[in-house]
């Protein structure tokens, strides 16, 4: 019984301890190797290691799919388009239509969010929290309940996008092109708060009458109107259109300083992310441009919802509580009297939450859009021009 009983070999070993190490010479040769397993008898002992393995090859040759797909259709789409050269009509259409992408995609998205803030905004005692918000009205109004809204958003933001994203690519290089290239990139920040200002002027008279059909919807309980365009002849029918645009001036409040800030932020973080990475732009791929487009527009816009929190409230509570044929500043100082200052930060922490989201997407939908028509992304500065 050979198992039971140790070896002549062992035994030498063990009692002959002149042999270094208590070894006999044979043990310094090499050890007879056990056959090689083949990759499908390694799969069987280490099953939870195939299994991610295999996720990964998936998830590659997806992504190796995915990226021929996109390369072919921004083919097809730049064939069709035809060139598009920089600051032509073309190129302000294509940035037209990317940020009404951008902003009709991304607030929709949302909007279940967008609903609780407002509510708590007018009043602050609905309810305890987020998700006591999100249970109370599936359970009153189902699934459909806490997208409430959706529509007006979806049209409004998609026209302020367009307008917005557009506009501020033209009226930066109009007002480049009227101070120079030398002085508009030294005063570059100065542009792009002056160009992001002048475009979101513009796209909040779009968004206004949307805006205050979306707000009315979502502070009422059921909601006043059952759509978008019902909503509009329902205010037009008992205000006049003067109705769907009593919140113009707290909504260029609200997001002027909000854009501009979205807009002359991203370009400096971004900015200052391409100095700190090796090499130049130039030299980073479609996905890393994107990400670093993604992480400049969520630290963008966490910046953003705090400068534009007291605005966005007031806005609410004037679509949701001005009486009719009351004063715009009697109004004003009215609500604020009733809320105080401390109320004027109400829903801060979730607008944040949402707003640094939103920025983010929209500026990575943005760019990734510009890439698919062959533009370059947004940000990261030229050099200055140099002196003859």
């Given amino acids: 019984m050979p198992l039971l009983f140790p070896t002549q070999g062992t035994l030498h070993d063990c009692f002959h301890p002149a042999i270094p190490f208590g070894r006999r010479p044979e043990a310094f040769a090499e050890p007879i190797s056990a056959p090689k397993r083949t990759p499908l008898q390694a799969r069987d002992i280490y099953t939870a290691w195939s299994v991610v393995d295999d996720a990964k090859n998936k998830a590659n040759a997806l992504s190796v799919e995915a990226q021929k797909e996109f390369e072919k259709a921004s083919s097809k789409a730049q064939a069709k388009a035809g060139h598009i050269e920089l600051y032509s009509a073309k190129y302000y259409a294509a940035c037209t239509f990317g940020g009404l992408l951008a902003c009709g995609l991304t607030h929709t998205a949302v909007t279940p969010l967008d609903l609780v803030k407002c509510r708590r905004q007018v009043d602050s005692k609905m309810y305890t929290g987020n998700f006591q918000a999100w249970g109370k009205i599936g359970r009153a109004e189902g699934f459909r309940g806490i997208y409430t809204g959706w529509s007006p958003t979806f049209f409004g933001y998609s026209a302020q996008g367009a307008f917005k994203y557009g506009g501020y690519e033209f009226f930066k290089k109009f007002y480049a092109d009227l101070v120079g290239a030398e002085n508009a990139h030294k005063y570059k920040t100065s542009l792009y708060l002056t160009a992001?200002?002048?475009?979101?002027?513009?796209?909040?008279?779009?968004?206004?009458?949307?805006?205050?059909?979306?707000?009315?919807?979502?502070?009422?309980?059921?909601?006043?109107?059952?759509?978008t365009f019902d909503g509009i002849s329902s205010i037009v029918a008992k205000e006049g259109t003067a109705g769907l645009y009593k919140g113009l001036y707290p909504l260029w409040g609200r997001q002027i300083p909000y854009t501009m800030m979205k807009f002359a932020s991203f370009e400096t973080i971004v900015e200052m992310i391409y100095e700190r990475l090796p090499g130049q732009k130039s030299d980073y791929g479609k996905g890393a441009q994107t990400a670093v487009s993604f992480t400049g527009g969520y630290l963008a816009g966490i910046l953003c919802a705090i400068v534009s929190h007291p605005a966005d409230v007031m806005v609410s509570k004037l679509n949701a509580n001005r009486q009719a044929g009351e004063a715009f500043g009697a109004a004003m100082g009215r609500i604020y009297k009733d809320i105080g200052f401390a109320g004027l930060w109400s829903g801060l922490p979730i607008r944040i939450i949402m707003i640094g989201t939103l920025t983010g997407l929209q500026w990575m939908i943005y760019d990734y859009f510009k890439i698919f028509m062959g533009l370059?992304?947004?940000g990261g500065a030229a050099p200055p021009p140099q002196k003859a």
Avoid: H
Wanted: some cysteine.
């Fill in 196 to 227: 992001s200002a002048s475009a979101e002027f513009i796209a909040d008279i779009a968004l206004c009458p949307f805006e205050a059909v979306k707000v009315r919807m979502q502070t009422t309980i059921p909601p006043f109107a059952k759509g």
């Fill in 376 to 378: 370059p992304t947004t």
